[in-house]
């Protein structure tokens, strides 16, 4: 008995430190999945109460199924005959990371409006629910700056009200799909009308707007210059807002979503 018990001692005390390095993985990776997943149920709640009544989840999930990523330029690639002769022109930039790296991270950046062009079916909204998605699952990465989308589809009124409701605009950036679909415009009241929703969200830490290229009748009538006064040590001027157009998809780009 005393050999089989000094085996049993044996066995017990040197494969525990063996049992344990495998178990104490397993049991943390456990821990870490229930609690991403308990993260994430809280989160999809919360989203869910957020993106209310214009957006639901399956929304967001779909933008984010088989996404190509959104590429911008500084100038309008509509303006050259050939796409491909546009690119050699133009700087391009990955626009989902554009925004979660220079700009939303930066607490010190100057630009605080900044508006998307770009033609029908460029993907303009799909960029919009998967930068609002992006922002929102790596939160904890960024000041405490919350994140709101809405789409100007709708009564112009009801936006307004949503708008107002947001209690704290100085740390909320504010996501403004498709300028172009605002009900009641037409030529002559597109400047007055944009102006009037810049003025109703100049205290927002960022506000991102998406539009039709073409929307405005000239690029010339594209609001660069913002009549909102600010002030500093040189006097006077105006808020400026950053144009960016929405490149086309190159060979890479179309190999990918085929």
Known sequence: MDLIEQIKSWFINETSTYVKGLTLPIVLGGIYKFSTFIYKRVSDKKDEANLFPYYSLSTIKNAKRNYIRTKCQNVDPSNEINYKSSFAFSAK??????????VLKNENNENQFYLILGD????KTTFMLNLFSRYKSTLFMFPKNHIRLLPLGEKI?????????????????LLLDAFDELPALDGKNILPRFHELIEKTKMFKYVIITCRTHFFSSEKEEPFELKIKRYNMNGNDYLTIRKMYVS???????????
């Open 93 to 102: 930039e990955d626009l989902l990371k554009f925004f979660l790296k220079k």
């Open 120 to 123: 029908s079916g460029m993907g």
């Open 157 to 173: 009124e009801d936006i307004f009200r949503e708008i107002e409701k947001i209690s704290t605009p100085a740390k909320t950036v």
């Open 248 to 258: 086309p998809f190159d060979d890479v780009d179309i190999k990918k979503y085929i």
